[in-house]
């Protein structure tokens, strides 16, 4: 019985010792490492929320020009009710990344329609201060570039934003005092048309053969309305787009730019406002 509290007073000490700010080795210095499989929530910078500075030591840096939401809608603009697929892409990261990614309306800062994880190894949700969150898990935090969807609010409620804060982690992974922490925000309108969306499920596959032409094979009626393939780079800019005509379960081969550089693309394939993306290296 002696032995048994004596390891167990011997434990909450160490425990105590490890939680103190007299020690050097303390919680915040361990940030990297106890948010690994992903953050407390209100940690993106949105209206009255703080970000990753508040565990992390590193400085704070607008991620303006060095990360990019890819959205598959048109023009960055949503239809009330359309579900639409969405990329986190991170130009300047390392070998440990987080991040933490909210959506909110730009009059009341609530929620505005709803985040959903199309990967569950790499992304998960979490909810808090009435706000749902999307966060890298502890699988993720190796990548620097995450997909999920977002389905858009029933009605049209004006511009919605896209509130998100990422660490870029230093090393060792113990300390944060290297860590690079950086905030940005992307606005997603509301579309200006009144639209039918077609009830036809669109997918496709793709890929890249001998002659570095982008093969597209699909289930889409052509028949019905044209579709078109664009190419994304992975700062989200258009490097090619091409209107397709052809009967369902063609193969369609694209050539590409010759300039076209090495590297990881999304390919977007859009009908009407019915949209399916897919990420492709060439």
């Known amino acids: ?132 969150y999307l966060n890298h898990t ?30 870029v982690a230093g090393y060792p992974l113990s300390n944060t005092s290297g860590d690079n922490i950086y905030t940005n925000q992307i606005t997603i309108s509301p579309a200006n048309t009144t639209v039918v969306i077609s009830k036809q499920s669109i997918d496709f596959d793709c890929y890249i053969d001998d002659y570095n032409r982008l093969n597209i094979i699909s289930n889409y009626n052509f028949r019905q309305s044209a579709a078109t393939i664009t190419l994304y780079n992975i700062t989200g800019k258009e490097v090619f787009s091409k209107t397709l005509s052809s009967n369902i379960n063609d193969t369609q081969s694209l050539e590409l730019p010759q300039d076209l550089k090495s590297g990881i693309y999304i390919v977007s394939f859009k009908s009407g406002f019915s949209v399916k993306t897919k990420k492709i290296i060439i």
């Open 138 to 167: 502890a699988a993720g935090n190796g990548s620097t570039n995450w997909n999920f969807q977002w389905t858009a609010p029933t009605t049209d409620i004006g511009p919605v934003v896209i509130y998100y804060a990422y660490n």
């Open 1 to 132: 019985m002696k032995k048994i509290i004596s390891i167990t007073l011997s434990i909450t000490l160490l425990t105590t010792w490890l939680l103190t700010e007299k020690n050097p080795h303390s919680v915040i210095n361990h940030a990297s490492l106890i948010n690994s499989g992903g953050a407390p929530t209100g940690k993106t910078g949105a209206p009255g929320e703080n970000n990753c500075t508040m565990c992390h030591s590193g400085t704070l840096n607008s991620g303006a020009q060095t990360s990019n939401v890819v959205f598959s809608g048109s023009n960055y603009e949503y239809v009330p009710g359309t579900t639409y697929d969405l990329n986190l892409i991170l130009n300047n990261g390392d070998a440990k990344n987080g991040f933490q990614l909210v959506v909110l309306d730009s009059v009341s800062n609530n929620n505005a329609g709803n985040l959903l994880v199309t990967d569950v190894v790499n992304t998960q949700l979490a909810t808090g201060n009435n706000r749902t």
